[in-house]
């Protein structure tokens, strides 16, 4: 069984600050993650994907995370945000067989001017 | 062009009731998903469907019951609605080993 888990419930942020999110997973086979955003009363949208080769991974609206075995994480990062990058991050594991995707708790961006 | 289109997007219902969601995804995926997200934003899957197929059904209870009638639509009924089934809940498709796609969702509210 695979599970994921996002250290931080909320993280606060000043606009133009760099930030980062952490996602830390559990499996015991090769697992693709991702990082999905949900704005306020919308769906979920894909920033970005790890499936194979580089660990670091370019996203949407100038996001990146990084693959990194050893610790079983893929932080998200971003060097300045900005208020509209205010949202609910969600880190995301698909299983092998890739018909289970396990969600961590998520993660809430508040960007402040 | 919706890639995935769930109707409708608010229901409100009260408890006891009987209600369904639809879901349609045109992007010729194999593989449909039901996750429930509840008042905390926590994520959890419902259920899976490949090719019509179940797949995965996640401990929810007999009052679920999810319905493929082909390769596009996923729909879910919901028998004697309680409180605690209020939620959104987003339908998503996807191909093998591909992202998920999801739809707007639905936010169910049980009075």
């Known amino acids: 069984a695979q599970s994921v888990t996002q250290l931080d419930s909320q993280v606060p942020v000043f606009e133009e600050a760099p930030v980062e999110l952490r996602c830390n997973y559990s499996?015991?086979?090769?697992?693709?993650l991702f990082w999905y955003v949900q704005y306020p009363n919308q769906g979920l949208q894909l920033l970005l994907k790890?499936?194979?080769?580089?660990?670091l991974v370019k996203g949407i609206n100038g996001f990146e995370a990084e693959f990194n075995k050893s610790q079983t994480s893929f932080h998200l990062r971003k060097p300045s945000v900005h208020i509209s990058d205010t949202a609910e991050y969600f880190c995301?594991?698909?299983?092998?067989?890739?018909?289970?995707?396990?969600f961590g708790g998520g993660t809430r961006l508040m960007v402040k001017p | 062009d919706t890639a995935v289109s769930q109707t409708p997007k608010y229901l409100v219902t009260q408890m006891g009731n009987d209600k369904s969601i639809k879901c349609e995804q045109n992007?010729?995926?194999?593989?449909m998903y039901w996750y429930k997200q509840d008042s905390k934003k926590f994520l959890k899957i419902m259920f899976s469907?490949?090719?019509?197929?179940?797949?995965i059904n996640e401990t929810v209870p007999n009052r679920f019951s999810p319905k493929s009638p082909d390769k596009a639509h996923l729909n879910l009924h919901i028998n004697s609605l309680e409180l605690g089934d209020s939620a959104v809940y987003f339908c998503?498709?996807?191909?093998?080993?591909?992202?998920?796609?999801f739809g707007n969702g639905t936010r169910l509210t049980v009075t």
């Open positions: 998503a498709s996807s191909h093998a080993n591909s992202p998920l796609h």
């Open positions: 469907y490949n090719n019509k197929e179940l797949i």
């Open positions: 790890y499936l194979s080769g580089s660990t």
């Open positions: 499996s015991s086979v090769s697992v693709y």
């Open positions: 995301a594991a698909l299983n092998n067989a890739g018909n289970m995707l396990t």
């Open positions: 992007l010729g995926h194999d593989t």
